[in-house]
């Protein structure tokens, strides 16, 4: 190798590098603002915004039928979202994607749950991939 084809590639890892970190500094607050606007839009019932603004891998798996019975369920059974606070985060960056996993303690008017989302970082902003929410308050009323 010569010395400037090592000295391009140090650039562009060194590129890299810098760009990665500053999705990853971007990743958090996005993720926290994307969990308040996800409560607000669930609190209001607005199903169909949580899935239109959902990434592509989550509707990959899961339509806006099957998305709108489970957020509906979620609503009617636990009421609406009282109060949520992160238990863990974190954030991570694999081939250039960015993604944040955000575990809520959430309490609802009428049981508490466990939230896990997952969100990929696109442009500075926070795209759910994944939601998934465990309550024995949901399974029992």
């Not at 926290?32 to 209001?44: C, I, K, P, Q, Y």
Request: hydrophobic share 35%; proline share 1%; glycine share 4%.
């Amino acid at each position: 190798m010569t010395n400037r084809s090592t000295c391009i590639t140090a650039f562009a890892a060194l590129l890299l590098v810098v760009l990665g970190c500053g999705a990853i500094k971007e990743g958090k607050p996005a993720a926290e603002s994307a969990v308040v606007e996800f409560h607000s839009r669930l609190n209001e019932e607005k199903y169909k915004e949580i899935y239109e603004t959902s990434h592509q891998q989550l509707k990959d798996v899961s339509s806006e039928e099957d998305m709108t019975k489970r957020l509906s369920a979620v609503r009617t059974k636990l009421g609406q979202v009282v109060e949520s606070k992160t238990q863990t985060w974190n954030v991570g960056n694999f081939n250039l994607t960015t993604t944040v996993r955000m575990i809520q303690n959430t309490q609802f008017e009428h049981g508490k749950a466990d939230e896990t989302f997952i969100f990929v970082i696109e442009e500075s902003k926070a795209v759910l991939q994944t939601y998934n929410i465990n309550s024995m308050d949901l399974i029992t009323k």
